[in-house]
């Protein structure tokens, strides 16, 4: 995702699991004619990144997973609510295995409230927020034309996520929680504009 893309970018080491069919991005492809084609999308989005296959349904998988997780400094998620759980990997159990740990969690809504079990992406997100009304053109409402939701969210996210290790590594604290859903970021963004 956008998050660990910035974190990557500027020299963290990201350790990407995927399922052991790979990450979805690997396999679309752009067309460029005579037959070629380039997976554009994942050598943009999956750069700086090291990749390890994972099935996180196998529990000898979760158990490698917990033992990664002993020694990072963050990590993150995009499941759906309430999947982490479900998986034995709750955030407060890897807290009392590794207290500096920062887990951010990053969903359509957010991890509590009355739509964090719908589903969420980047265009709905962008409509949801007013993004697409405010840049509607003739009165039909306009999503912009890349995957600003996604993108608003990795910046803000990695922002959360320094500041999140900067209270571990400089002031000491423990590490935390950072729910960051794509809506919110979008709305910051709106400015007074989500009241008009």
Do not use: C
Request: no cysteine; charged share 20%; aromatic share 6%.
């Amino acid at each position: 995702n956008m998050l660990s893309l910035q974190l990557a970018d500027f020299g963290a080491d990201v350790i990407k699991v995927e399922s052991p069919r790979g990450d979805t991005l690997r396999h679309w492809q752009e067309d460029l004619g005579d037959g070629r084609t380039l997976d554009a999308w994942w050598r943009v989005y999956g750069r700086n990144k090291r990749s390890l296959a994972m099935d996180l349904r196998d529990p000898q998988a979760l158990q490698v997973l917990r033992a990664l997780l002993a020694s990072a400094q963050v990590m993150i998620e995009s499941f759906r609510p309430g999947t982490l759980e479900a998986m034995g990997l709750e955030p407060q159990a890897l807290l009392a295995e590794n207290p500096r740990l920062v887990v951010v969690r990053l969903s359509g809504w957010g991890q509590s409230g009355p739509y964090r079990d719908l589903p969420g992406f980047g265009s709905l997100i962008e409509g949801f927020s007013g993004f697409a009304s405010k840049h509607a053109e003739d009165g039909v409402p306009r999503l912009p034309n890349l995957a600003l939701a996604d993108m608003v969210a990795g910046l803000t996210g990695a922002f959360a996520t320094l500041a999140a290790v900067r209270e571990v590594e400089v002031n000491g604290g423990h590490g935390q929680v950072v729910d960051l859903s794509l809506l919110e970021p979008m709305l910051a963004i709106m400015g007074p504009d989500v009241t008009i």
